[in-house]
């Protein structure tokens, strides 16, 4: 096969993927920014973009040093990125598109696009877990993509709203720019772009979060998944963007910079360097999304108790050993309880082999994605069966928002104001079912809450 889709930007060469039977387009452009300009969509390209290699990561604090080394990081880095290099670049704007190797164009099959997390400061969108979802199998296209962190992704400076009229949030204008690219370019792969699915997780859960009362995206996608960070709450809940000038101020004394031109021109390990000066000054982590004013409105108590969200449906869960367990399964419960489309809350509680982590924050990415294989654990059948239980649930819910299949997967209920039971899926059989508050309460004053 020659994997060579003709877009509305021009033709892509795309390669085999790693589950057969499927299609890769790896590290398309889909925008470009200057240091904290607000993305410009690709709309075009000369020749046959070649989209056979992953594109650049954004600079983030593991780009300056070896992880291997970084024994507080150890843990994730073994898990999801021992073995594989990355690059590093303020070029980082770019997505991954998988796909049926059959789908051709007025297939309009379902998109599933994923926003990674990492604390709005690491990660990209082709670690271990992510390369190669088998969504594909069940007709469903996936698309992952980078944005940029940290300092390079949330910066809010009085100057740069001069500038632009607005600061902040550079890189969830980034994760909206790249869903905008999907759906102006999805229809060239197959895609559907009336039927758009977000998911993210952790911060990306956040992000899509935040996408889903943002009236910049209207119409963009047309149902939600949030894992480990979905919902709202006063601890994780945006502020104004003027309640952060007053760290990036003291980031450019501490640069030695006295204005946003001299700022701009340090080095990206300069830049990194004076953040984690300044948070440690501060005590504050300076990279964390904003009221904006345009994509962020509000905080989402607000938007949530005005019914102001997008109303379409929604899945939403954490694991048993997450961070914060009652806290993360609690928001999605809320979140899912009140909306006015059904929505599905979940609780993983698998019991990674391996070691004696448990189901911790992210775990139940490589189940969600089915790219167990790709993992160093001795996953067992009921490991296998779980997934193919997720990725189904998954993938129905992508298709029509509801994640059930006429009898073919236990049935999960649609959480509801009296439905005081979720999903359980990992340990035992899977089934609608209340999780111990006791021992998430114990959990969450006693894990390591290992990941990221």
């Given at each position: 096969?020659?994997?060579?889709?003709?877009?509305?930007c021009?033709a892509?060469?795309?390669?085999?993927?790693?589950?057969?039977?499927?299609?890769?387009?790896?590290?398309?452009?889909?925008?470009?920014?200057?240091?904290?300009?607000?993305?410009?969509?690709?709309?075009?390209?000369?020749?046959?973009?070649?989209?056979?290699?992953?594109?650049?990561c954004?600079?983030?604090?593991?780009?300056?040093?070896?992880?291997?080394?970084?024994?507080?990081?150890?843990?994730y880095?073994?898990?999801?990125?021992?073995?594989?290099?990355?690059t590093?670049?303020?070029?980082?704007?770019?997505?991954?598109?998988?796909?049926?190797?059959?789908?051709?164009?007025?297939?309009?099959?379902?998109v599933?696009?994923?926003?990674?997390?990492?604390?709005?400061?690491?990660?990209?969108?082709?670690?271990?877990?992510?390369?190669?979802?088998?969504?594909?199998?069940?007709?469903?296209?996936?698309?992952?993509?980078?944005?940029?962190?940290?300092?390079?992704?949330?910066?809010?400076?009085?100057?740069?709203?001069?500038?632009?009229?607005?600061?902040?949030?550079?890189?969830?204008?980034?994760?909206?720019?790249?869903?905008?690219w999907?759906?102006?370019?999805?229809?060239?792969?197959?895609?559907?772009?009336?039927?758009?699915?977000?998911?993210?997780?952790?911060?990306?859960?956040?992000?899509?979060?935040?996408?889903?009362?943002?009236?910049?995206?209207?119409?963009?996608?047309?149902?939600?998944?949030?894992?480990?960070?979905?919902?709202?709450?006063?601890?994780?809940?945006?502020?104004?963007?003027?309640?952060?000038?007053?760290?990036?101020?003291?980031?450019?004394?501490?640069?030695?910079?006295?204005?946003?031109?001299?700022?701009?021109?340090?080095?990206p390990?300069?830049?990194?360097?004076?953040?984690?000066?300044?948070?440690k000054?501060?005590?504050?982590?300076?990279?964390?999304?904003?009221?904006?004013?345009?994509?962020?409105?509000?905080?989402?108590?607000?938007?949530?108790?005005?019914?102001?969200?997008?109303?379409?449906?929604?899945?939403?869960?954490?694991?048993?050993?997450?961070m914060?367990?009652?806290?993360?399964q609690g928001?999605?419960?809320?979140?899912?309880?009140?909306?006015?489309?059904?929505?599905?809350?979940?609780?993983?509680?698998?019991?990674?082999?391996g070691?004696?982590?448990?189901?911790?924050?992210?775990?139940?990415?490589?189940?969600?994605?089915?790219?167990?294989?790709?993992?160093?654990r001795?996953?067992?059948?009921?490991?296998?069966?779980?997934?193919?239980?997720?990725?189904?649930?998954?993938?129905?819910?992508?298709r029509?928002?509801?994640?059930?299949?006429?009898?073919?997967?236990?049935?999960?209920?649609?959480?509801?104001?009296?439905?005081?039971?979720?999903?359980?899926?990992?340990?035992?059989?899977?089934?609608?079912?209340?999780?111990?508050?006791?021992?998430?309460?114990?959990?969450?004053?006693?894990?390591?809450?290992?990941?990221?």
């Amino acid at each position: 096969m020659d994997y060579i889709v003709n877009t509305p930007c021009g033709a892509v060469q795309g390669v085999a993927g790693r589950v057969p039977g499927t299609a890769a387009y790896k590290g398309i452009r889909y925008a470009t920014a200057g240091r904290w300009e607000y993305p410009v969509q690709v709309t075009h390209w000369h020749g046959v973009y070649d989209a056979t290699e992953y594109g650049a990561c954004s600079y983030q604090p593991r780009s300056f040093y070896n992880e291997e080394e970084n024994l507080k990081k150890i843990f994730y880095y073994n898990e999801f990125r021992k073995g594989d290099v990355y690059t590093y670049s303020e070029d980082c704007l770019f997505l991954n598109v998988f796909t049926p190797d059959t789908a051709k164009e007025g297939d309009k099959l379902p998109v599933l696009i994923y926003i990674h997390g990492g604390g709005f400061t690491g990660g990209c969108g082709h670690e271990k877990h992510f390369d190669g979802p088998v969504w594909p199998t069940k007709g469903v296209i996936g698309v992952t993509l980078n944005y940029r962190l940290g300092p390079m992704g949330f910066v809010c400076l009085p100057q740069l709203k001069e500038e632009a009229g607005f600061t902040g949030n550079y890189g969830l204008f980034d994760q909206l720019c790249a869903i905008q690219w999907v759906h102006d370019n999805i229809s060239a792969f197959g895609g559907n772009p009336d039927n758009v699915t977000i998911m993210g997780q952790s911060a990306g859960g956040m992000s899509v979060q935040q996408h889903s009362m943002s009236p910049l995206s209207e119409g963009l996608f047309h149902k939600a998944v949030m894992c480990s960070g979905g919902g709202v709450s006063k601890i994780l809940s945006a502020a104004p963007a003027e309640k952060h000038y007053a760290f990036w101020q003291k980031a450019m004394e501490n640069a030695g910079c006295e204005t946003l031109e001299q700022f701009r021109a340090i080095s990206p390990e300069r830049l990194f360097e004076v953040w984690n000066q300044t948070k440690k000054e501060l005590r504050n982590p300076g990279s964390f999304p904003c009221i904006d004013g345009r994509l962020v409105v509000a905080n989402g108590s607000e938007i949530l108790a005005q019914g102001k969200q997008h109303q379409i449906p929604y899945m939403a869960g954490s694991t048993s050993e997450d961070m914060m367990p009652p806290i993360l399964q609690g928001m999605s419960k809320k979140w899912c309880q009140a909306q006015p489309k059904p929505s599905y809350t979940w609780y993983f509680d698998r019991q990674l082999p391996g070691d004696e982590n448990g189901a911790w924050h992210s775990s139940d990415l490589w189940y969600w994605f089915g790219t167990l294989p790709n993992c160093w654990r001795p996953m067992e059948a009921k490991d296998y069966a779980v997934s193919e239980q997720m990725v189904s649930y998954l993938c129905n819910f992508a298709r029509s928002g509801n994640p059930n299949n006429d009898g073919e997967l236990p049935n999960w209920e649609a959480s509801a104001p009296q439905q005081k039971k979720v999903l359980m899926i990992g340990e035992g059989e899977t089934r609608m079912a209340k999780p111990s508050m006791l021992k998430m309460i114990k959990t969450m004053l006693t894990n390591k809450a290992v990941g990221e």
